[in-house]
């Protein structure tokens, strides 16, 4: 039989249980980054992919490997309009080159040109995160089908940025030039 002294014991560790469940699932909606450290990530990331636009040599710009595929320019340009499209996506700024082909756009093919719009992106990127709160970092959006965290999407830039500034790696041996050393931190 259980006496008082037993059932607020039992009433104190199921409230205490809840509390803790309650905090878990706050925590679990937290942002694991923040603002600063976003912005640093992405003032790296602006100042590495610069290096690998002045390590391709003028001649280089409009390299292709092989037919099929991007010339670097064409990387790079990629690489740009998904930096404005998920920065857009995640502050709710309006994309400047929304409906545009960066890829297709001949102005931005030579290398002074290049490196301009490339920087520029970078720059969207990094306003675009300045302008948030590490508190929106948690708000949901959704990109196509697919519903998930500003948070996330920004981790997808970040994702989607690497990846192609790697695929320039082979662009610049393949035109003979060393390219930059890995920039982690």
């Keep these: 039989m259980l006496t008082k002294t037993h059932l ?9 249980l809840s509390l803790l469940g309650a905090l878990s699932a706050v925590q679990a909606a937290a942002p694991m980054t923040t603002i600063s450290q976003l912005t640093a990530d992405w003032q790296r990331a602006k100042e590495y992919t610069k290096e690998y636009l002045d390590a ?13 595929i991007r010339s670097f320019a ?31 756009m001949a102005e931005f093919k ?7 719009a490339v920087m520029d992106s970078y720059d969207f990127m990094i306003d675009a995160v300045k302008g ?31 990846h192609h500034r ?12 060393k390219p930059p050393q890995e920039k982690l931190f």
Excluded: W
């Excluded at 030579?110 to 301009?116: D, G, N, S, V």
């Excluded at 999407?153 to 970040?158: H, R, T, Y």
């Design 110 to 116: 030579t290398k002074a040109a290049l490196t301009k």
């Design 8 to 16: 607020r014991f039992v009433r104190f560790v199921f409230a205490f």
């Design 166 to 177: 790697g695929q320039c790696t082979i662009y610049i041996r393949m035109k003979g030039v």
């Design 132 to 162: 948030m709160t590490d508190a929106q970092l948690g708000e949901s959006v959704k990109m196509g089908q697919r519903e998930m965290t500003k948070e996330v999407v920004l981790s997808k830039a970040f994702e989607h940025q690497t």
């Design 56 to 68: 391709m040599p003028e001649d280089g710009v409009n390299f292709k490997p092989t037919p099929e």
């Design 74 to 104: 064409e990387q790079m340009l990629h690489l740009s309009a998904a930096n404005y499209n998920f920065g857009a996506l995640a502050s709710s700024k309006p994309n400047p080159m929304q409906g545009k082909k960066l890829e297709e």
